[in-house]
Nanobody
């Protein structure tokens, strides 16, 4: 059984930092594509960052590039999202997702596995 468990959400002031974790069970993070998505009330879900299974290459949405960093710890089978220089518009529910590595070409493919989400609030 595949399970993704996000943690680390909370409330911070604009300009602050927050680190999210996603513990993955049932699949190897090194062999699969891991991604972070977010969704704010009344808005469409958007891809934030993803990391490629084989190469470890990363991709970021324009809105977070330079501020967010996705990484993974193969030994812990966990992926992370380090969020710096947070803005109020970053406020959203953040979800961890996974898909087979060869599908790690877009945020728009159907990610097979999802976590329950962790909420991030950034105040002005």
């Amino acid at each position: 059984q595949v399970q993704l468990m996000e943690s680390g959400g909370g409330s911070v002031q604009a300009g602050g930092s927050l680190s999210l974790s996603c513990a993955v069970a049932g699949l190897n993070v090194r062999l699969n594509c891991l991604a972070w998505f977010r969704q704010a009330p009344g808005k469409e879900r958007e891809g934030v960052a993803r990391i490629y299974g084989d190469s470890g290459a990363t991709y970021y949405a324009d809105s977070v590039r330079g501020r967010f960093t996705i990484s993974r710890d193969n030994a812990k089978n966990t992926t992370y999202l380090q969020m710096n220089m947070l803005k109020p518009e970053d406020t959203a529910m953040y979800y961890c997702a996974a898909v087979r590595g060869w599908q790690c070409v877009s945020f728009n493919v159907e990610y097979a596995y999802w976590g329950q989400g962790t909420h991030v609030t950034v105040s002005s």
